[in-house]
C-alpha cells in the first residue's frame, strides 16, 4: 500500500511524487464533513518502532484496527500523565492508553498561503505527514498514502528527545494537503500535541475548520501516474 523511498534532507523536506494532471479534467472534490478519520491499532509493550517502515504502514505489523471514529474536531493536546493499565479516553474513544498506537488522517485546507509554523510533543514518537496539495480530485486521489510525503516532522526517541520540536511548513491557501498522524506508545508516560500558526500568526489548534474528508477523488484519471515534485 505503501511504497515510498525516503530521501533525507537536512531541511526534513521529504522529496516525493506527486500526481500529473496532465489532459485529465480537473473535478472539485466533494466535501463530505469535517474532522479527523481516526484508527487505533495495538502496540506491544516496550517496543521501539520510530523508524521509517513504521511511519510508512508498519503500524499495521502487530493486527488490525481496533477501533474508529470519524468527525474529531477537538483540541491535540494530550497531556502528559502515566498511564495505567487500564482504559481511559484518547481523542474521544476509550482505549487501553498504556500501550497502542493511533492514525489520524484527512485533508488540510490551508487558510493562508506562506511559511505555517508547527510545533509537536510526542511521547513516545510521532510523525506528522503531509502530501502535494491540489484542488483537483484527480490530484487529491493519489493521497499520503500513494504518491508520497511531500513534508514530514517527527518527535520523540530519535528525533530531538520528548520537548517541544518546532518546523516550518509551507502551504498555498485555499489548496486541500492530504495529512496523516501517527502516534505510538510503548508504555507509562505519554504526551502529545500538535499545532501549526499561520504566517498572519493565527493558532491553528483543534482544526474544526482546517481538517475535512473528501470524496469524489480521482474519477476522471484512472491511469494516472506520478511525477516528480519540487522541494520548494
Known amino acids: 500500500?505503501?511504497?515510498?523511498?525516503?530521501?533525507?534532507?537536512?531541511?526534513?523536506?521529504?522529496?516525493?511524487?506527486?500526481?500529473?494532471?496532465?489532459?485529465?479534467?480537473?473535478?472539485?472534490?466533494?466535501?463530505?464533513?469535517?474532522?479527523?478519520?481516526?484508527?487505533?491499532?495495538?502496540y506491544p509493550v516496550l517496543v521501539n518502532a520510530d523508524n521509517n517502515t513504521f511511519y510508512e504502514n508498519g503500524f499495521t505489523q502487530y493486527g488490525p484496527a481496533f477501533a474508529h471514529q470519524s468527525g474529531y474536531t477537538d483540541s491535540l493536546n494530550y497531556p502528559h500523565w502515566t498511564s495505567d493499565t487500564g482504559k481511559h479516553d484518547l481523542f474521544g474513544v476509550s482505549i487501553t492508553t498504556y500501550n497502542f498506537s493511533v492514525v489520524l488522517s484527512g485533508y488540510f485546507l490551508a487558510p493562508e498561503a506562506g511559511t505555517y509554523t508547527a510545533q509537536m510533543v510526542a511521547d513516545d514518537a510521532a510523525a506528522v505527514q503531509f502530501g502535494e496539495g491540489s484542488n483537483c480530485s484527480q490530484e487529491l486521489s493519489t493521497s499520503v498514502l500513494k504518491c508520497g510525503i511531500a513534508q514530514e516532522m517527527r518527535s520523540g526517541y530519535?528525533?530531538?528527545?520528548?520537548?517541544?520540536?518546532?518546523q516550518t511548513l509551507k502551504f498555498v491557501k485555499d489548496k486541500y494537503y492530504p495529512v496523516r498522524i501517527i502516534w505510538w506508545q510503548h508504555s507509562a508516560g505519554l504526551e502529545f500535541f500538535f499545532n501549526m500558526t499561520t504566517p498572519s500568526g493565527n493558532k491553528i489548534l483543534g482544526f474544526e475548520n482546517s481538517i475535512v474528508q473528501l470524496t469524489a477523488l480521482g474519477s476522471s484519471c484512472p491511469g494516472a501516474t506520478c511525477i516528480p515534485v519540487s522541494s520548494s
Open 158 to 166: 530519535q528525533n530531538g528527545g520528548w520537548g517541544v520540536k518546532t
Open 1 to 42: 500500500m505503501f511504497s515510498i523511498i525516503y530521501l533525507f534532507l537536512t531541511t526534513q523536506l521529504w522529496v516525493m511524487p506527486t500526481l500529473a494532471a496532465g489532459a485529465c479534467q480537473c473535478d472539485p472534490p466533494t466535501l463530505v464533513q469535517k474532522g479527523w478519520e481516526i484508527d487505533y491499532y495495538p
